[in-house]
């Protein structure tokens, strides 16, 4: 049987139970009914593999031991409670670790490819999933390839394979069937899934979709992508890993000691378990991922779309953002404003469509031109429907228009070449019209067309058409010029042949900046981030948005593509602080502006929406690709999307990145300052010889249970007003500085001195349970006062309680939980609460609040100081 790209493309239409016109949608319904057109996952973990491997952790085998050694110490409830813990840690930490992936997942199928097919006659925009065999698939530049598909016609479409076959180059491909056997590469006529389509169109008739592509095939082969950690988890898997080492050290030592002081064994041994269950952070991770996951989650909404969980902490470093003008600085709202036409610049109105002249101008407008107007609605680039637009105002049907015409050649836009040309017969005469880039243009025209006629173009129509282009570009106008060629019948269009044309005429639009712009650009300002603008436009049209929203100011240096090629590394280097606008750039020129500021160690984002911006957005840190305007192939090289395509949004989740991180940093400090008074105590009565404070199910309570419940609070700290008043935070630097340690030490020390008061005051009743109590009691209390205390460096005078419900929640909630473990006698028994008097408890609140008054007023008096 002959195999796909053996087959006429008629054959394979036949074969495919399809036509050009696509399939009906009642067809394509029943044909995903045989499989959506997903890569099913290589090898998933499934639940019972996540919870066993939460028994790997090197802390909870600490734990595991602890129950062993209350377990032969007859301490059958401590047993029962800590076995008990350690199941429920293992089932949140799955449950959590399956609730992180889903929202990634869902973050994923956000961000997943659309895909242009012919269904019913009609092109429509669907999501890939939905991508059946038979499908009449549209490719253009940009687009992700998202099945295998036979080409049936073809306008110079090229193809990056190198997913498939690892060849970086682009492959031609042609429409023609081949009779031989060829291997998959030299399959010139198909386009296979997971390529990208750099140049060109064609229409693609589907034959494989899911695991029957070629990618499909190899799929179950490659390996099930590895969890990437982000470099905050990975450091706090790094500190815990440290910890661990420590505490078992510390707690040898401890044990030694009581062994020493001729302390049965079994009791040392149960001083040694109770210092490790108090230092380690059981929640700790769990808090990091979930933190993380509300931060991406909260993020969606307010349209960025986080790719890769490393990309939220990123985005507090970021230091320069590099964004594009069309679209994302600017509305992307195109209105013809002036022409420029025979040594006069009019409005579209004024145009006469009896002058030839006038006429062909229209041609070119409404002919080198993809966009269409459906029900009102402009589809396709804003720059051509914008022109379409303009013909509507000159009462000229540009569909009547397209009818009467056929176009015979073409060569789409790019932006590196910044022309598009098209060939039609014209009057009965075979003409290439050409529009583009103006100061391109030039160097390829040769003659003017004006009311009198053909004639060369002299040096002084090149200073008019300059001077013309410089007067609109000075009010941020985008101006087009538009020129043509009669060229013989058996002319061929191609990329050299864009020359020797004739000059119509220039047209001049506006698109106005986004309304949010100026004041995002001021808040990046105040938050020490510098914006740059990297535009494909004219370098005096980008500099005059450039000044209207505040990116270039008195001083500031624009420089053009042309320019920066002319420069040498160094002298770039020089430049750089003082550019804020780049123009007339090409894909190359944005990496190396990107290298230039993160060679002075910034940590750059980075926008693009081209095909050709791919390698860009991976070189930048932050890369940002567009979610309405931009092409699947910047989507997949980017770690965020934008779905609202706003400059507003990359500033909303900087401040958002800098929220979480800032939130991540708080909740560290509440678990490990809690967790630095629960040692410092039971080191405390080690080396005083006094009796055991805590039993270890009391420090699991409070690790797991109360303090779990502010840390997450603290974790959905809503965002400061003054986060964007601070300087991007230092990449290098970690959370885990010596000021934040030694902030963790005194905080620990205060918490630890209130509970040992508390301690040494039960002792003084007699009765060492109730020290034990009030002790245990203390510690819960303060460590959940203490959530407070961390939810900001600011007072709580200042930052009100009712800024962030969750943590007074939170509070609530653990000191409910502490009084049932107190009242309920079930419960008192398993924990080994001794009862207590009112006095006590009185004096228990009294002592446990004490360390949050004295961090309240530290706070008040250092931000008096500030
Ligand atoms: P940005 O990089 O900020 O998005 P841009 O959209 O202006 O800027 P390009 O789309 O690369 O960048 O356009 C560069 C130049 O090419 C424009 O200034 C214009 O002169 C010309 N141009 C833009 N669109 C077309 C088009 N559809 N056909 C022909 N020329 C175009």
Redesign the pocket.
Known sequence: MKDWYQKSGEEVLIDLHTKKEGLSSEEAVTLLEKGENILSEGKKKSTLQVFVEQFKDLLVIILIAAATISMISGNVESTVVIVAVIMLNAILGTVQHEKAQKSLESLKSLSSPTAKVIRDGQKIEINSRKVVPGDILLLEAGDMVVADGRILNNYSLQVNESSLTGESTNVDKEEVAFDNEMPLADRTNMVYSGSLVTYGRAMVAVTGTGMDTEIGKIASLMNATKEKKTPLQASMDQFSSRLAAIIMVICALVFLLSLYRRMPVLDSLMFAVALAVAAIPEALSSIVTIVQAMGTQRMAKEHAIIKELKAVESLGCVSVICS?????LTQNKMTVQDIYIDGKTMMPEDMDISSQLHRYLIYDAVLTNDSAIVEGKGIG?P??YALLEMTGKIKVSHDYLRDLMHRLEELP?D?DR???STKYRLHGVPTVLT????DVLLDRMTHIRTSEGIRELDQKDREEIINQNQRFSENGL???GFAYKEVEDDHVLSLNSETGFTFLGLISMVDPPREESKAAVMDAKRAGIRTVM?????KITATAIAKQIGIFEEGDLAVTGAELDAMTDEEMDQKITKTSVYARVSPENKIRIVDAWQRRGNIVSMTG?GVNDAPALKKADIGVAMGITGTEVSKDAASMILSDDNFATIIKAVANGRNVYRNIKNAIQFLLSGNTAGILSVLYTSLMALPIPFAPVHLLFINLLTDSLPAIAIGMEPAEHDLLGEKPRDPKEGILTKEFLLKLLLQGALISACTMTAFHIGLKSGSPAVASTMAFATLTLSRLFHGFNCRSKYSLFKIGFSSNWYSLGAFFAGVLLLHLVMFVPLLSRLFSVAPLSGAQLGMIYGLAFIPTVMIQISKVIKSGNQ
């Open positions: 594009d003008k069309t679209g994302t680039d720059t051509e836009f932006s910044k022309l598009m529009k583009g880039a103006v985008r101006v087009l990297i535009t494909g436009d004219h929406d």
